[in-house]
């Protein structure tokens, strides 16, 4: 099967993508395409197109060299769907922000109010002794989470009021396969 991404390098959609093919030990091969600062990523496989980060990460969970660890699970599409939906979200706020012809004041209301959606969510997960979003092994919705989390402090977030998302951070960066980006700060 051949496949290859559609990609925008700074995007924290197209980000999600290469970084779950990474931790999935998927070669993808990417196209830079500026369209996909607007649309997202796209996946050419055999002839057809896949897009979104939802949609391709499941796909990528299917292939048949991936550890069955990344498999779907019953009930898992659930989060996947709501932590795509927040990853949509929080990208839009992002590009807003960083198109910006004037500074922003802070993190806004909208942001703020998804950081603690994502830190209750966490948190609660935490309670409940499952170690990941996906349960035991992380998934795609814990790849979604990574670029909102990481990359909030585009936005001004103040990571210290969230500390199940910090939490979140160290333990996912030291996943084997993880694959930085462009502008994710090294700390937390």
Same mark, same amino acid.
């Given at each position: 099967?051949?496949?290859?991404?559609?990609?925008?390098?700074?995007?924290?959609?197209?980000?999600?993508?290469?970084?779950?093919?990474?931790?999935? %030990?998927?070669?993808? *091969?990417?196209?830079?395409?500026?369209?996909?600062?607007?649309?997202? *990523?796209?996946?050419?496989?055999? %002839?057809?197109?896949?897009? @979104? *980060?939802?949609?391709?990460?499941?796909?990528?969970?299917?292939?048949?060299?991936?550890?069955?660890?990344?498999?779907?699970?019953?009930?898992?599409?659930?989060?996947?769907?709501?932590? @795509?939906?927040?990853?949509?979200? =929080?990208?839009?706020?992002?590009? $807003?922000?960083?198109? $910006?012809?004037?500074?922003?004041?802070? $993190?806004?209301?909208?942001?703020?109010?998804? #950081?603690?959606?994502?830190?209750?969510?966490?948190?609660?997960?935490?309670?409940?002794?499952? *170690?990941?979003?996906?349960?035991?092994?992380? %998934?795609?919705?814990?790849?979604? /989470?990574?670029?909102?989390?990481? /990359?909030?402090?585009?936005? +001004?977030?103040?990571?210290?009021?969230?500390?199940?998302?910090?939490?979140?951070?160290?333990?996912?960066?030291?996943?084997? @396969? =993880?694959?930085? #980006?462009?502008?994710?700060? +090294?700390?937390?």
């Amino acid at each position: 099967m051949c496949m290859r991404l559609r990609d925008w390098a700074l995007d924290d959609r197209c980000y999600a993508v290469r970084l779950g093919a990474s931790l999935m %030990g998927v070669p993808l *091969p990417t196209v830079t395409d500026a369209a996909a600062l607007e649309t997202g *990523p796209v996946l050419e496989t055999d %002839g057809s197109l896949l897009h @979104g *980060p939802v949609n391709i990460l499941q796909r990528l969970t299917s292939l048949p060299d991936v550890a069955r660890d990344w498999h779907l699970r019953l009930g898992e599409e659930q989060r996947d769907v709501w932590m @795509g939906n927040v990853l949509e979200r =929080f990208s839009s706020l992002r590009r $807003a922000s960083l198109l $910006a012809a004037l500074p922003m004041e802070k $993190a806004s209301a909208p942001v703020l109010d998804l #950081m603690c959606e994502i830190e209750d969510r966490l948190f609660d997960d935490h309670l409940r002794d499952r *170690p990941w979003l996906s349960g035991e092994h992380p %998934g795609v919705a814990d790849v979604l /989470l990574f670029p909102v989390a990481a /990359l909030s402090q585009d936005l +001004e977030v103040p990571l210290d009021l969230y500390p199940a998302i910090r939490h979140f951070l160290r333990r996912f960066r030291a996943l084997p @396969g =993880f694959l930085t #980006m462009p502008g994710v700060p +090294e700390c937390h």
